[in-house]
C-alpha cells in the first residue's frame, strides 16, 4: 500500500526517539522513506527534534493539541482535534497546490 501512496499518515499519543525504534511510526517511516513516500505524524505530544525524524523518515510531525489543556481534556476530545489538524494539513497542502 506505501508503494502506491502518495502521502503516508501515521500516528501515536506522544512522539518521541522510542517512537522511532520498535514502534509502528518507526517502522512506518522506514518503509516510507524506502519507497521515496512522504510520511506525517499526528501526535498529541511532540518530545522530538524534527531533524531526528526526519533523518527516520517522518517528514512532518503535526501536534493535534491545538492550545494548553490537560492529558484528560486532549483524550477527551481528541476525535474533534485530529479533525481539526488534519483539516488543517490540508489546508496547507492546498496552499502548496494551488
Do not use: W
Request: net charge neutral; with cysteine.
Amino acid at each position: 500500500m506505501i508503494r502506491n501512496a502518495s502521502l503516508v499518515i501515521t500516528g501515536e499519543g506522544r512522539m518521541d526517539e522510542q517512537s522511532l525504534h520498535g514502534k509502528v511510526p518507526g517502522g512506518i517511516g522506514k518503509l516510507a522513506k524506502r519507497h521515496g513516500k512522504p510520511v506525517v505524524a499526528f501526535t498529541g505530544k511532540v518530545d522530538i527534534d524534527a531533524n531526528v525524524a526526519k533523518r527516520e523518515g517522518i517528514d512532518a510531525i503535526l501536534p493535534i493539541v491545538n492550545g494548553p489543556m490537560s492529558l484528560e481534556e486532549a483524550m477527551e476530545h481528541a476525535p474533534a482535534l485530529l479533525y481539526e489538524a488534519a483539516c488543517r494539513m490540508c489546508q496547507l497542502m492546498k496552499l502548496t497546490f494551488d
